[in-house]
């Protein structure tokens, strides 16, 4: 069984391709690593949501010992799956369809991703730090 983990862990490292990121020279190279960082940008993101998701599950909890408002999570997840289609549709319109875009559009796409992503694990940050 460890040999099988093993050898589907090197598999998986042997498919994605390494890149020197900060010697990045064609364009492969480059949309990779916008890749790369974007992916690093989720992940943070959902780290941050989670902790916002419980934050504002324990928001519910609270008010329910006082008879208040209990939606503090429905509005936030609300807020999160429109803020998904909104940052899916603004790069779109700000980088047009893959297909007319050349080898250039996925560094485009990633970048605009990864900016709006970093935004809205700010915005989850700062949730998680208000008081209720």
Same mark, same amino acid.
């Given at each position: $069984?460890?040999?099988? =983990?093993?050898?589907?862990q @090197?598999?998986?490292? @042997?498919a994605?391709?390494?890149v020197d990121?900060d !010697?990045? $020279?064609?364009?492969?190279? $480059?949309?990779i690593?916008?890749?790369?960082?974007y992916?690093?940008?989720?992940?943070?993101?959902?780290?941050?949501w989670?902790?916002a998701? #419980? /934050?504002a599950?324990? $928001?519910d909890?609270? *008010?329910a #010992? &006082?008879?208040?408002d209990?939606? *503090? /999570?429905?509005?936030? +997840? @609300? *807020?999160?799956?429109a803020w998904?289609?909104?940052?899916? =549709?603004h790069?779109?319109?700000e !980088? %047009? #369809?893959?297909e %007319?875009?050349?080898?250039?559009?996925?560094?485009l796409?990633? %970048?605009?991703? #990864?900016? +709006?992503t970093? @935004?809205?694990t *700010?915005?989850?940050?700062q &949730?998680v730090?208000m008081p209720y």
């Open positions: $069984m460890i040999l099988t =983990a093993l050898l589907l @090197a598999s998986a490292q @042997a994605e391709p390494q990121c !010697n990045a $020279m064609t364009q492969t190279e $480059m949309n690593c916008s890749w790369q960082s992916q690093r940008a989720d992940a943070e993101l959902n780290a941050a989670s902790r998701s #419980e /934050h599950k324990e $928001m909890r609270n *008010a #010992e &006082y008879d208040g209990t939606s *503090a /999570h429905s509005r936030l +997840l @609300a *807020a999160q799956r998904l289609k909104f940052r899916d =549709a790069c779109l319109a !980088n %047009g #369809e893959r %007319g875009g050349g080898t250039i559009w996925p560094l796409q990633n %970048g605009c991703l #990864e900016a +709006l970093e @935004a809205r *700010a915005q989850l940050r &949730y730090e």
